[in-house]
């Protein structure tokens, strides 16, 4: 997070005195990936330090803040006519960040996975002082399985790295993959070609922006109580759907109702919006801890074809005006069936391990508990602070 943030002001700022086209495509460019990345490490950052009774609401307000910056980049772009100047101002936000971003803690899920199980106990009561917990809560009463380990090996990193191929390691987690990546493609595609079409569907360009980033806050609301009520899969299979259904609509409203048009693209996005969200956090949980970044990471690359894809999406309708919501309620079709044959993660401790992973798809149907998982030191610890007054 700390090298993402700074390189993504450095950048930010460097943009703004490019005097040329193709130092500013260059310079465009690498603020994209740190910025992107940034996205990608700050979200697995909060689920791993998140336990299951607020995880979900935690996850959706990154994206609500997402929302919120797309307001602002409006509201910004409508005020400051000057580029550079505009520039300039949008990377400054990043400052604050900056200066405080190392004092943040590594995540225990991490620390564990890398076999720093002191540091892990640290961490934790640290969190027992924050949060008021009476009972202390240690590593080796969590997880006596790895007491033996710390006998023989005090502190031992593993040694063993990982690398995108371990999300294809078995045909479970492969077919798992495909239909996790195809849902991140989607999301993305849907999402941007509703935000750069809203700026031709008339009217002030910089108020649809507005609105497509005002829109998205209450589709999180939404998502938020549909992963807690119904499950992360039963939220975002509907959503998918209804996506589908709504690009349908348009396409058979005529082109004078631009009114009809805007509201339906705005619901479009609310839909679209929705799941696009979710998927952060389902991906999150369908993955252990050492492949979770990777797993994030991954659908995000993916998640940015979609975004390249997006534009010239937009530009087809000079072929047929509507081409762009055929396109996208084929594929929201495609995925929201793939999106049923995932497994449920609602109420499901995060897995650590491949092991542990491969037990889950194992047990899957008899929905046996990982009581003995070592990933679950953070479920124990959220689990005692129940009844314990929140900071």
């Known amino acids: 997070m700390w090298i993402t943030s700074s390189c993504q002001f450095l950048f930010g700022v460097a943009v703004a005195f490019t005097f040329d086209y193709y130092s500013f495509i260059i310079v465009r460019f690498f603020l994209a990936t740190v910025s992107s990345g940034y996205l990608v490490v700050v979200f697995v950052y909060v689920t791993e330090y998140i336990g299951i009774k607020a995880r979900t609401w935690a996850s959706m307000h990154i994206h609500a803040f997402f929302a919120v910056g797309v307001m602002i980049v409006a509201l910004i772009g409508y005020l400051v006519r000057t580029w550079w100047i505009y520039q300039i101002i949008l990377s400054v936000t990043t400052l604050p960040f900056l200066l405080c971003c190392w004092m943040l803690p590594e995540t225990p899920f991490w620390l564990h996975s890398q076999g720093k199980y002191k540091e892990v106990e640290k961490v934790i009561a640290t969190m027992e002082k924050w949060n008021r917990v009476k009972t202390p809560c ?166 940015r074809l979609g975004s390249v894809v997006a534009p010239f999406c937009v530009y087809l309708k000079d072929i047929w005006i509507f081409m762009p919501q055929l396109l996208v309620g084929i594929m929201a079709l495609i995925t929201g069936i793939l999106t049923l044959m995932l497994p449920e993660t609602l109420g499901k401790p995060l897995m650590n391990t491949m092991e542990e992973a491969g037990k889950m798809l194992k047990t899957e149907s008899k929905r046996k508990p990982l009581a003995e998982a070592n990933g679950v030191a953070m479920e124990k610890l959220d689990s005692a602070t129940i009844d314990a007054p929140d900071v």
Do not use: Q
């Open 138 to 303: 240690k590593l080796s009463e969590i997880c006596p399985v790895e007491e033996t380990k710390r006998d023989h090996a005090e502190d031992v990193k593993v040694s063993k790295n990982h690398n995108v191929f371990d999300l294809f390691h078995n045909c479970s987690f492969a077919r798992r993959t495909i239909s996790v990546w195809l849902i991140w493609f989607t999301g993305s595609l849907g999402y941007y070609v509703f935000a750069l079409n809203s700026v031709n569907l008339g009217g002030n360009e910089y108020l649809n922006l507005f609105l497509t980033g005002a829109v998205e806050i209450p589709s999180y609301i939404v998502c938020c109580l549909g992963m807690d009520n119904l499950g992360r899969r039963n939220t975002l299979a509907p959503f998918l759907l209804l996506s589908t259904v709504i690009c349908g609509v348009i396409m058979l409203i005529p082109e004078e109702n631009s009114t009809v048009i805007i509201i339906m693209s705005m619901a479009g996005k609310f839909s679209i919006g929705t799941a696009f969200g979710l998927i952060y956090l389902y991906t999150a949980e369908l993955y252990p801890t050492v492949v979770r970044s990777l797993a994030v990471g991954s659908g995000s690359m993916m998640c």
